[in-house]
């Protein structure tokens, strides 16, 4: 890490991992989920396995209605369109008049014009996280040439802590770098998981569920940073859990959600360490 | 049970889903899916699993010729907007035409605005069957605050039997309310389903590919209300032989597909028992 | 096979499929997939599975400068609409003009006039590979009366071949035609691939996860009879391998993911035969 980042990352605790799951589990928090084509049913999925409630509201009739009844919402653009721009201002308004924590996922940012300006306007509007990989964080602190190839980042997520730290402060957000460590900063502080295995980017879709996680676990948590060390700390040990038991990425996604229902704490302290 | 409950409610039988499900394997009826991202594979599954042929047609251009060609036509309006409106209008006229069966899926009706208008006016148009959860068939029956949480019913099955029956009077259809027990009213008669897992609500879209295998049942029996019992004890059997030997939900719900794959009479007399 | 086929068909061979898995696994190369909302993240799985790097990306907005810079696209009519119509024909000028090779895969072309006649638009605008099942290559190739029923062939593979050498020969393209045997047809050669297992067919999106596959292939093999020929093979053994590990359908899905996973030089050489 460089001289820059505001304070020397500490790792993220299984005990916040353990308290927010428990709360996950009591509460059932309702996520509004505004995400793409390819990953919803397993996002859907990913929510209920740690007892959270999803519903994937997405068109402009409905998605402020019901933005303003969820305990959080997820704004992922993966197969983003005018159409769901629409629906997609609306609910961060109704979000923001709400006061309910959202998350953005800005997939592919950086790579396409349209989705790049989109989440550039998005940004200022208060999310409580933005998750990405280093590209698009990247990219979304507006630093030149670091658009990813497609949903895939082109840099490692250390060499994203800077950018995502300068964002954090800039917008007033907590920004969450998924990568082989991931690094949550909030502008003052960078939390590092190391938890997690490579599997996880043979199954699509799991990042787009960790943004998910991120915002049921800001509807149970209220400190972001908090909120965002916990979901990615119970996803990936889930992963390593799930990756254990598999020969191949068809297994380990079936696995992930096996892994996810069961997660307890001594899971959790035994490979977070 | 109330007293108004038009008779007593008694259980499907093995007999009629061991028939049905013979005739889905024979025949492989064509099963017009309109439904939403979330569940749209997994349904296919569920409906391939048990021999039926889905295909998911869905825009405005070409619903109304498919549904004159399918042998059933699911509406789930998980994630519909004003394009599947037109669309969705169009299939249930053309069935209409066809004397076509058609299955009503009005999720998250009660809870959304946009949706519980549209829903209104569907039911009116002649769905053989209309499956829901006990908040959904509540409001769709007009009952005062029977809004759900998102997705999820807030009242349990058993205290919609009356609103269920009274809807299915009203409109002249049959109602499927889904929960721990199923009821299936035709305005004359009740059907009760008691087997199940609640592992089946930790997986999305079991409910949605439960209305489409009303719909693929309703190709094959006559009777919607035959054909409701039978699509509920098929799934539900299932869904216990699955339960079973599953340790989470992401092992359920492919053990869920190789249940209905391989389920047959033996299986489901001695759950139905 | 008839006196008219160009030649006598000859089995693709195992290694073709080793030389262009191996390109796969290093290059991972970038596809765009322009699907449906069915098969959307099994597709995903499929390509991740072999090394590929997929992203689906489907708005007209985005979709001429994505088919830009990927290595290969898919245009698949599975759930097409006026606005993906628009935003697929953006990103065919766009491929033809980068040089990019695409692949079209006609769901459903002669069952439904919408799609039948933007297929035959399309099909003139010089695909790679046409991937499709008999019913779907006879109908795109003008034969009266090919309509499948639904999204399933009403006519054996064998009997497709002649369409679709005339086909390859008219547009000057390759014809992959599947079914219990893959014709692949490039107007002058015809390859044959034998591998493949029943089980195939009761998983959605297995033939739409071949089209992307042959689109991958595509970018790593100039030829796209080899390329097709190859994809094939790959998908055709991984299902063997998974078969024979599976009750059914649901674990047959996640087998086949482990088994494109796993695939080698020995498992293709030894199916193949």
Known sequence: MTAVTPSAGVRASAEDAILVLDRLRTRGPLVHCMTNIVVAGFTANVLLAVGASPAMVESSEESAEFAQVADAVLVNLGTVSPDKVTAMRAAVAAAGHAGTPWVLDPVAVGALGFRTRFAAELVTHGPAVVRGNASEILSLAGAAGAAGRGVDSTTSSVDAV?????????????????????YLCDGDHVLEVHTGHPMMTRVTGVGCALGALVAACCAVESSPLVAAGAATTILTVAAEVAAAASPGPGSFAVSLLDALYALDARALRAHVG
Request: aromatic share 0%; charged share 25%.
């Open 162 to 182: 800077d950018g995502a730290a300068e964002l954090a402060r800039r917008v007033g957000t907590t920004v969450a770098v998924s990568g082989a460590v991931d």
